[in-house]
């Protein structure tokens, strides 16, 4: 009996590790048109702001990115899109990403602080093409209007844009997505051979 609970606990134990095996995260490193406070003078009172425009990655290169913990490139990367496990996309919101955490033991405790809610923004690293902002001195607000390249997306402490976020992917929404895939995949099938 005593032998049979520790098969079962070591059962369980290797479920648990399956289920976080794939640690995935998905969030918005940069956010459209919501503009933040770079720096806030404290003399004149003026807070300097910058606001990324819904175009300006219409031309950026994205082709090699890295994920990061707040931008700290002294440690290693999370995720990468070279190798398909960081995926950019740029919707009607923003830079939405999606990543599978690389399983390092920094990995493993951003993914737990992402899950636990500790972390749960993110930020951006990149350049801005020539003549790609403009800076409104009636608002104190620089337009980044188009983006040169991005070499980093970062789950951050303190984020400079308050609208971006980053979470855990539950492994439930993920097989849910799955099974969701496979059944239109086979009613489109069948729908084809019915055809015919």
């Known amino acids: 009996m005593t032998k049979e609970r520790m098969i079962q606990m070591e059962l369980r ?4 590790a399956a289920d976080d095996e794939e640690m995935t995260v998905s969030g918005y490193a940069a956010v459209f048109d919501q503009p933040a406070v ?8 003026i807070d300097y ?3 990324v425009g819904a175009h300006a990655f219409d031309k950026a290169d ?12 002294s440690c290693e990367i999370l995720a990468r899109t070279s190798n398909g496990t960081l995926a ?14 690389a399983n390092t033991t ?5 993914y737990e602080l992402i899950k636990r809610k500790d972390i749960t923004q993110m930020s951006f690293a990149f350049t801005v093409a020539p003549d790609g902002d403009v800076y409104d001195s ?31 992917v539950a492994r439930g929404v993920r097989s849910a997505a799955r099974e969701y895939q496979e059944m239109a995949d086979t009613r489109r099938r069948i729908a084809i051979l019915t055809m015919n």
Do not use: C, Q
């Not at 134990?13 to 648990?16: G, L, R, T």
């Not at 950019?88 to 955490?101: C, F, P, S, W, Y």
């Not at 970062?154 to 308050?162: C, I, M």
């Open 38 to 45: 770079m720096w806030h003078d404290p003399y004149s009172g």
């Open 138 to 168: 009636k608002t104190y607000t620089r337009y980044i209007n188009n983006i040169d390249r991005v070499f980093d997306v970062s789950a951050v402490d303190l984020p400079a844009y308050e609208g971006t976020s980053i979470e855990a």
């Open 13 to 16: 134990k290797a479920d648990f």
């Open 49 to 51: 702001k910058e606001s």
């Open 62 to 73: 994205l082709s090699n990115v890295v994920l990061r913990y707040n931008h700290n490139d």
């Open 88 to 101: 950019l996309e740029v919707d009607e919101k923003g830079l939405h990403i999606t990543a599978k955490l």
């Open 106 to 110: 920094l990995g493993r405790d951003v």
